[in-house]
């Protein structure tokens, strides 16, 4: 398919709205194939992935941007993290029993909040921005983030199911310096009625369109009186950042002789990694191996 795991960057050319367009196929089916995620917990999950490219696609950064869902409800934690590139993995966790499909997102997290955390790659400089779980659905929280961190007027669009997920995101750009005392208040309301139109005519974009048209018909359906430049597309991927030598770290972390206390009881020690559900096993030879040498100070002392 045309536009399949990619990013795509648009702009309006005579006002300041600018619009980012999103899907993931292969690479939503890779974060989630090795979950047996029910259908619920799947839209959330999938939905919140878009939404955190799109995010990822306002900001600047250089190492992770992390969105975190914790609440007290059936979905207790959610976590998506971005990186440069537009790589991700993602994961959620849910107990008890869920609402039906179509539930609103505080009776699934049971309320709770979004946090989005921003962090260069030497975690030296951290962003984090707060959202209640309050609103019905994941993307009024999100335009309730904007409104809030960026103070950008902004709407979204998202969708997932099992096999793809999609988002499209409109933020209304500050109008600059250009306008004169006299003409500013012509100027902010045509700008004004711009914007409305854009809203107006991308509110026509239903869900199936939005999973399934290539990224430039559908912006040719929803804008085509617009002048709009389309950016060339950026790709997107899953990649988890689990590595032997993170696991190393965190057996190291546990000690010798705990290590080989799980490796008596179980006759291996295994770490599983919560995004990407791989298994890493260590036997008696690999423990010997592992304490034989002195550790790194610097190594990472957990697979996120």
Known sequence: MDGSDTLKRFIFERFPVRGHFVRLDASWRALIEHHDYPDVIRTALGESAAATLLL?????????????????????????????????????????????????????????????????????????????VEAPHLVNSFEDYFERSEQLPTRLWLVANETCCAGLLLQRLPMGASASSETSDTVLAEADEDWNRILHLAGTLTAEELAHLPADELLRRLFHEED?????????????????????????????????????????????????????????????????????????????
């Open 228 to 304: 709009v430049r389309v950016f060339d597309p950026a790709p997107v991927s899953f990649r988890c950042a689990c590595s032997r030598e993170r696991v190393d770290s965190i057996i190291r972390s546990l000690g010798e002789a705990e290590s080989r206390d799980v490796l008596a009881e179980q006759g291996a020690v295994e770490i599983k990694c919560e995004f990407c559900n791989r298994a890493w096993r260590y036997d008696a030879v690999d423990i010997g191996a592992l304490f034989s040498v002195a550790p790194d100070a610097d190594s990472p002392r957990a697979l996120h």
């Open 56 to 132: 990822a696609a306002t900001v600047k950064f250089d190492g992770r941007l992390t969105l975190q869902l914790q609440g007290p409800g059936p979905m207790h934690l959610l976590v998506v993290q971005a990186h440069p590139g537009y790589s991700l993995r993602g994961v959620a966790r849910w107990k008890g029993e869920l609402p039906a499909t179509g539930a609103t997102l505080p009776e699934l997290s049971g309320g709770g909040q979004i946090v989005v955390t921003i962090e260069n790659e030497d975690r030296t400089s951290r962003y984090q921005g707060v959202v209640p």
